[in-house]
Antibody
Framework: EVQLVESGGGVVRPGGSLRLSCVVSGFILDDFGMSWVRQVPGKGLEWVSGINWSGVRTAYADSVKGRFTISRDNAKNSLYLQLNSLRAEDTALYYC??????????????????WGQGTTVTVSS | EIVLTQSPGTLSLSPGERATLSCRASQSVADNFLAWYHQKPGQAPRLLIYGASSRPTAVPDRFSGRGSGTDFTLTISSLEPEDFAVYYCQQYGSAPTTFGQGTKVEI
């Protein structure tokens, strides 16, 4: 069964840091680009970051650029998101999602065909 | 960045009826890289359509997508009870990928 399981969320003070992890199973991570998407409860979906299959190409939303870092370890079947300099507006449920391959393997934007259940990040003093 | 505008904001229909949802882009979507998802309360989004009109294997054929350029449509031919949810479109042809604000399909 194809599965994504996120962890690492929690409550942190403004300016603090967290590292989110997403462990995948049921497929070969090397074959897929991956993304992080967040959602404030009751609100819409916001794309946060994407990474291509090799990890060479990454992309970030302007709202997190310079503060968040996406990475992957294909040997460990894992995707990561390092969150630094957290702000109250970063409070959300963070999903990792698998990207559908396209003709452009170095373009880190995807339709997302498998999603985890999310991990909650709360930034509050 | 490309702004996606979904309409209507809310669609009130009955089971068995046909639903038509619209997604309009502020610029042409490259390669028709337009996806549709639905999301039920407390659940992660589910991919329904990619490439504007392609359907993943497990998605029922009552869901269909069409369109190109800046205008895209998701049609649900006959609503089932489990289809009442929020629907999002997403373009992934231009940087950065963006989502629409969502259409709620309610009973």
């Amino acid at each position: 069964e194809v599965q994504l399981v996120e962890s690492g969320g929690g409550v942190v003070r403004p300016g603090g840091s967290l590292r989110l992890s997403c462990v995948v199973s049921g497929f070969i991570l090397d074959d897929f680009g991956m993304s992080w998407v967040r959602q404030v409860p009751g609100k819409g979906l916001e794309w946060v970051s994407g990474i291509n299959w090799s990890g060479v190409r990454t992309a970030y939303a302007d709202s997190v650029k310079g503060r968040f870092t996406i990475s992957r370890d294909n040997a460990k079947n894992s995707l990561y998101l390092q969150l630094n300099s957290l702000r109250a507006e970063d409070t959300a449920l963070y999903y990792c999602a698998r990207g559908l391959p396209t003709l452009y393997p170095d373009f880190p934007y995807y339709a997302m065909d498998v999603w985890g259940q999310g991990t909650t990040v709360t930034v509050s003093s | 960045e490309i702004v996606l505008t979904q309409s209507p904001g809310t669609l009130s229909l009955s089971p068995g009826e046909r639903a038509t949802l619209s997604c309009r882009a502020s610029q042409s979507v490259a390669d028709n890289f337009l996806a549709w998802y639905h999301q039920k309360p407390g659940q992660a989004p589910r991919l329904l359509i990619y490439g504007a009109s392609s359907r993943p294997t497990a998605v029922p054929d009552r869901f269909s997508g069409r369109g190109s350029g800046t205008d895209f449509t998701l049609t649900i031919s006959s609503l089932e009870p489990e289809d009442f949810a929020v629907y999002y479109c997403q373009q992934y042809g231009s940087a950065p990928t963006t989502f629409g604000q969502g259409t709620k399909v309610e009973i």
